[in-house]
């Protein structure tokens, strides 16, 4: 299994500004998502990070909204950019871990809201 | 992409009663986990499951790859299962799919005292 971390828990923020959220695991890991869950919504993915390379990001995604920095193979951070109420969401982070199978494990969120 | 349903979309219960609930899925699958979300938002892993049968406690899941489906079961439900039941699954082409999940839209479990 994977302990992940993330900060803040939770914030307010105004709209037009930034929020950088982190996310720490307990482990190694090659790939850390990051995934948005809108009010009453499912998951969706936004984007993958790797170390030392680019995160990939999905459709509908893009890296002037939502950089992504994964400097090292603990520990990632995803900014939410000039922030708008359509972007108060919980935020995940997850890995993938397991030697039999890939089994992802997901940090506790931080739940944004934008005024 | 791959689509994932789930149903019931939601489900309530009284205490001490079982219920099942489904997951479909469009396409092969590499992974398939069932998940928690309690109500502080946090996802609690229930099974990883591709394929084949297990049980933890009270809940059970079954995956039948071939036919793109599972189930969980919970059986005695308790308050405390309560919560949002989410179906997840990684498309089974590898590649660019790799790690990438795709959930449902979940089912909402309301267990009364």
């Known amino acids: 299994s994977a302990v992940i971390s993330q900060k803040p828990s939770r914030d307010i923020c105004q709209r037009g500004t930034s929020l950088t959220i982190q996310c720490q695991v307990d482990?190694?890991?090659?790939?850390m998502f990051w995934y948005r869950q809108q009010p009453g919504q499912s998951l969706t993915l936004i984007a993958t990070a790797n170390q030392g390379s680019e995160a990939t990001y999905e459709s509908g995604f893009v890296i002037d909204k939502f950089p992504i920095s994964r400097p090292n193979l603990t520990f990632s951070t995803l900014t939410v950019s000039n922030m708008s109420p359509e972007d108060s969401s919980i935020y995940l982070c997850?890995?993938?871990?397991?030697?039999?199978?890939?089994?992802?494990?997901f940090g506790p969120g931080t739940r944004l809201t934008v005024t | 992409g791959i689509q994932v349903e789930q149903s019931p979309p939601d489900l309530i219960l009284q205490e001490g009663a079982n219920s099942t609930l489904r997951c479909n899925f469009s396409?092969?699958?590499?992974?398939l986990q069932w998940f928690h979300q309690n109500p502080w938002g946090q996802l609690i892993n229930l099974f990883y499951?591709?394929?084949g049968t297990k049980q933890n406690g009270r809940l059970s899941a079954t995956t039948v790859a071939t036919e793109r489906y599972s189930l969980l079961y919970i059986s005695s439900s308790q308050t405390t299962d309560s919560g949002v039941y989410f179906c997840a699954v990684e498309r089974g082409s590898g590649g660019t799919s790799y790690g990438k999940l795709t959930f449902g839209q979940g089912t909402i479990l309301t267990v009364h005292p």
């Open positions: 482990s190694q890991v090659t790939m």
């Open positions: 499951i591709p394929s």
């Open positions: 997850s890995v993938e871990v397991g030697d039999l199978g890939y089994e992802q494990y």
């Open positions: 396409d092969s699958v590499n992974n």
